[in-house]
């Protein structure tokens, strides 16, 4: 059973960079029938999708994240990664990783999400 | 801006029927945009119920209905139980590569 897991520090200082991974396990990442993906929460509020991977490295982000985000994979280690620039208070959130199973936007498996609070 | 607009509430009694609905601030929501839906409770992951527009997920009960009503993307819940009580999140591909949430019902089941 497909089982994805994110990790990453929970607290970011203010204009630092956001770093989290999410390793996939009992499926591989390299396959060519989906996307990676990652959803964010702030506390109270609602999702927002942040941006997507390929296996091959390929990329779609959120126009609104797009200039601070960058998501990568390691297809060796069957895991991906987000990393958030310049971060803000605004950035707090519980952030989830999910396949996105192609076309489309469906989201059929996601990790328990992991709370990132920036601050001082 | 909210460029997909969901009812921020509703309130079904149980038994009832229910329907959700998932539009764009500008233009009509198709099949090309891919909608599907998601239910989270507190403190959980979303779990996907209805993909490319009308497509039940595994495991989701028949309860559950997706179809374009309109100009909208719409979710319907016939039968409405007391753990239907949630939030409800539809999720568009504007293209480009770019998918975008609607902002989210909060459903009551009273």
């Known amino acids: 059973q497909l089982q994805l897991q994110e990790s990453g520090p929970g607290l970011v200082k203010p204009s630092e960079t956001l770093s989290l991974t999410c390793v996939v396990s009992?499926?591989?990442?390299?396959?060519?029938?989906?996307?990676w993906g990652w959803i964010r929460q702030p506390p109270g509020k609602g999702l927002e999708w942040i941006g997507i991977?390929?296996?091959?490295?390929?990329?779609d982000y959120s126009p609104s994240l797009k200039s601070r985000l960058t998501i990568s994979v390691d297809t060796s280690k069957n895991h991906f990664s987000l990393k958030l620039s310049s971060v803000t208070a605004a950035d707090t959130a519980v952030y989830y990783c999910?396949?996105?199973?192609?076309?489309?936007?469906?989201?059929?498996?996601w990790g328990q999400g992991a709370l990132v609070t920036v601050s001082s | 801006q909210t460029v997909v607009t969901q009812e921020p509430s509703f309130s079904v009694s149980p038994g009832g029927t229910v329907t959700l609905t998932c539009g764009l601030r500008?233009?009509?929501?198709?099949?090309?945009?891919?909608p599907s839906w998601y239910q989270q409770t507190p403190g959980q992951a979303p779990r996907i119920l209805i993909y490319?527009?009308?497509s039940r997920s595994s495991g989701v009960p028949d309860r559950f209905s997706g179809s374009i009503l309109g100009n909208k993307a719409a979710l319907t819940i016939t039968g409405a139980q007391a753990h239907d009580e949630s939030d409800y999140y539809c999720?568009?591909?504007?293209?480009?590569?770019?998918?975008?949430f609607g902002g989210g019902t909060k459903l009551t089941v009273l």
């Open positions: 999910a396949r996105l199973v192609l076309p489309g936007t469906t989201f059929d498996s």
């Open positions: 009992g499926g591989s990442i390299s396959s060519s029938s989906y996307y």
């Open positions: 991977v390929f296996y091959t490295g390929s990329t």
């Open positions: 500008s233009g009509s929501v198709s099949t090309g945009y891919y």
């Open positions: 490319s527009t009308s």
């Open positions: 999720l568009l591909y504007m293209g480009r590569g770019v998918r975008v």
